[in-house]
């Protein structure tokens, strides 16, 4: 089983890639945003408390996200691996998410980080905002404080997973085709 997390800021491409690696290895694609826009489009409970941060442009808190991407989980039992897309956030999360996978007899085989200028992920969310109608793609000012939290509460995760030996950097500022081939390539070595 190959489970995998997809990582990097907003905006770096990783739910494009997710896609990608999800038809090459069949894998399961779990989007935190996804599932929290599920949430809230349905108006679950778990979902109302995550829009009220996630209009804020603030990251929605572990409980929450944590009860969502179980339920995930659950709902594919017989999958081959799953591909977390925007998840975990934080180190907690990442504990989390490690005894979880245990708990389930499954271990996270690698973290594949996507790395990609900050001003350039700027640009691809105000583009991408004009069409997903998406409030927090839509103000500079909510990007940037995505990427202040990102870089307060995530970054850590890089130690975390470096220390575990499960860290891997791809430049994500490519071509779709060359970061899919980067990331094929080290999925393969799993």
């Not at 009860?67 to 999360?93: C, W």
């Not at 990007?143 to 220390?163: H, S």
């Amino acid at each position: 089983m190959k489970n995998i997390i997809l990582f990097g800021k907003p905006g770096a491409g990783k739910g494009t890639q997710a896609e990608f690696l999800k038809e090459a290895f069949g894998l399961v694609h779990i989007s935190t945003g996804d599932v929290f826009r599920f949430n809230i489009k349905n108006q679950t409970p778990l979902g109302a408390m995550a829009k009220g941060y996630m209009d804020k442009g603030d990251l929605v808190p572990d409980a929450v996200t944590i009860q969502m991407l179980e339920s995930e989980v659950d709902k594919h039992s017989n999958a081959p691996g799953f591909i977390f897309d925007g998840f975990p956030r934080t180190t907690a999360q990442a504990a989390a998410l490690d005894a979880f996978l245990e708990k389930k007899g499954m271990q996270l085989a690698a973290t594949l980080a996507l790395d990609v200028d900050e001003n350039v992920l700027v640009q691809r969310l105000l583009e991408r905002g004009k069409g997903s109608g998406r409030a927090d793609d839509q103000d500079e000012e909510k990007i940037r404080n995505r990427f202040a939290e990102y870089n307060q509460k995530t970054a850590p995760l890089i130690d975390y997973y470096k220390k575990q030996g499960k860290f891997h950097s791809i430049d994500g500022a490519g071509t779709i085709e060359s970061i899919a081939m980067q990331l094929s390539n080290l999925v393969e070595q799993l």
